[in-house]
């Protein structure tokens, strides 16, 4: 039971009359990108920041190779199927051109990338790459080589901000209690979302035509850190201020998490700015490491040939989006981010990646991989 429901009524229904203590936990929506909206987005065309054997096309070039496509609401990004590849498999990543700090991000998927050497993600980044890990990482959807048959939420972040290895309020499992990025094999603290048979990754998700899932990053002095809710797509179980046409959205009624990182206190300032990305790497710094334990070399041998010489492998290679919102306005006058790092930035002042740091970053990340094989 919560408070407000043993106040007296008179008492209670004076503070309904107060918005700004009866709204404490309301986000406004402030953007949404359906279908075309997302030709809008960058379309990142350098060397992937983290190896993997994919030449990421600029829109054109993918539009042309019908790697994307948008038809209404929907809105399409694939892994080239051509059946060999051999200077790396083309694919896409994109990355909303505004960054965004404390709110609520919901995304409708119907379909997430599987297979073999696949490492997809639906994440928040530094707009700053080239200071990565300054300013923070949140991993909202993730597998590799589909290892885990659940979704995977993880945090990488600059300082040794921790988690605890069990944590009441989610119905997800802790793996890794660090999210420190420095850690040997950089996992970052992760949650995996598998407290719940409603299926959050997979052949299931998708023939169960995807699903709503929403991210809240509140970093203020009363926020919650980073909590992750997932719903199968039906108008049924959502709850109503999900349903489309919706503009505003109050995370505490939706009930318990399947992830709670109470990092507010502790690890706000490594949180600034974000970009949301979506992408699909192969191979890489994760899925060729992963690669014999996940069991896909038995069927494929390495993960390098996989993509050299299998394309009919990458059929079930795309994501397959039907709406984004952001709603980063609110969250209670209490909540607004107290972070140095977090403040709402413009796309004209964001910093271009510059490949050669990219790379020197990834070096780093290479070789604490490679004194693991
Ligand atoms: C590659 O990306 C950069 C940065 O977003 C952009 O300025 C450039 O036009 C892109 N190149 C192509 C060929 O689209
Ligand atoms: C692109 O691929 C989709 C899905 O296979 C198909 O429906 C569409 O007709 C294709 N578009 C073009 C221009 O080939
Ligand atoms: C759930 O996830 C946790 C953390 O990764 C793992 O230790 C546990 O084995 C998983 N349980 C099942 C049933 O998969
Ligand atoms: C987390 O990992 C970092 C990098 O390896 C390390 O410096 C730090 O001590 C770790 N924190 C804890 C609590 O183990
Ligand atoms: C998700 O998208 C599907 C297909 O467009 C739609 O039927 C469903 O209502 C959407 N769900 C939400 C919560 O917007
Ligand atoms: C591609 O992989 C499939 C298994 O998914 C296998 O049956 C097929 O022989 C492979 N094709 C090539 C050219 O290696
Ligand atoms: C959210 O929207 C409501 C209804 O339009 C409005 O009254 C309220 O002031 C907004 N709150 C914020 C923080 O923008």
């Not at 945090?155 to 420190?180: E, F, R, W």
Request: proline residues 5%; contains cysteine.
């Amino acid at each position: 039971m919560t408070k407000s429901t043993i106040l007296p009524l008179a008492l209670s229904g004076l503070l309904a009359l107060q918005p700004w203590l009866a709204s404490a936990a309301t986000w406004n929506q402030t953007s949404s990108f359906y279908g075309q909206d997302f030709y809008k987005w960058d379309f990142f065309n350098q060397t992937d920041p983290t190896n993997g054997l994919v030449r990421y096309l600029p829109l054109a070039n993918a539009k042309y190779a019908n790697l994307t496509y948008a038809e209404g609401n929907t809105f399409v990004m694939k892994v080239d199927t051509v059946e060999q590849a051999l200077d790396g498999r083309q694919s896409i990543r994109i990355s909303s051109p505004d960054s965004y700090s404390d709110g609520v991000y919901v995304l409708n998927v119907s379909h997430v990338p599987l297979g073999c050497s696949t490492w997809p993600a639906f994440w928040t980044v530094t707009e700053n790459l080239d200071n990565w890990p300054v300013g923070g990482e949140i991993d909202i959807m993730e597998n590799a080589n589909d290892e885990f048959a659940s979704n995977l939420v993880s945090l990488h972040t600059k300082s040794s901000c921790t988690i605890p290895s069990s944590i009441s309020d989610q119905t997800g499992m802790v793996a890794y209690t660090n999210c420190s990025a420095y850690t040997p094999e950089n996992t970052g603290c992760r949650v995996e979302m598998n407290g719940t048979s409603t299926p959050t990754w997979g052949t299931k998700l998708n023939m169960a035509g995807g699903g709503v899932i929403a991210m809240e990053r509140a970093m203020g002095s009363t926020g919650s850190g980073v909590r992750v809710w997932y719903w199968a797509n039906d108008q049924a179980t959502l709850p109503s201020d999900l349903k489309s046409g919706s503009s505003s959205v109050d995370p505490s009624t939706w009930g318990t998490p399947a992830v709670h990182f109470d990092v507010a206190d502790n690890c706000h300032s490594d949180f600034g700015p974000h970009k949301i990305t979506f992408d699909i790497t192969l191979c890489g710094d994760w899925a060729a490491q992963s690669y014999i334990s996940s069991g896909c070399a038995a069927t494929y041998g390495a993960c390098s040939s996989q993509v050299a010489y299998n394309g009919s492998s990458y059929s079930e290679a795309y994501w397959e989006i039907q709406g984004l919102r952001v709603f980063a306005t609110g969250g209670g006058n209490d909540n607004s981010a107290k972070s140095p790092n977090t403040h709402i930035a413009t796309t004209s002042g964001s910093a271009k990646v510059s490949p050669f740091l990219v790379g020197l970053g990834t070096a780093i990340l290479g070789l604490a991989a490679a004194t693991l094989a």
